[in-house]
Nanobody, 120 residues
């Protein structure tokens, strides 16, 4: 099982970025995938996740601004981030766990992070 996140960068407040998580070694009909982030000096937090039934959940602070999507054929999930705020600055990770129908920690497999910096 491997995951690789990409797409981070520097963006101005109010801007947009799309992160990608390419994965291999499993399929989304058996694994949930989540996006997490960790800002300097803060604990890692869950941002969003998608279940084996393609249900998607978000932490309240990003609801309405972030959208998680999936392309099962391409083995990739995405995180479209709009209306970015400085407090969204963090290293973003994708992770997977074998679980049916829910997003349940602990996540067993992690990709390397991608830095997102929101600053003017």
């Amino acid at each position: 099982v491997q995951l690789q996140a990409s797409g981070g960068g520097l963006v101005q407040p109010g801007g947009s970025l799309t992160l990608s998580c390419a994965f291999s070694g499993f399929s989304l009909d058996a694994y949930a995938i989540g996006w997490f982030r960790q800002a300097p000096g803060k604990e890692r937090e869950g941002v969003s996740c998608t279940t084996t039934y393609a249900s998607t959940y978000y932490v309240r602070s990003v609801e309405g601004r972030f959208t998680m999507s999936r392309d099962d054929a391409q083995n990739t999930v995405y995180l479209q981030m709009n209306s970015l705020k400085p407090e969204d600055t963090a290293v973003y990770y994708c992770a997977a766990v074998k679980t049916k129908g829910r997003c349940s920690p602990p996540y067993d497999y992690w990709g390397q992070g991608t830095q997102v910096t929101v600053s003017s």
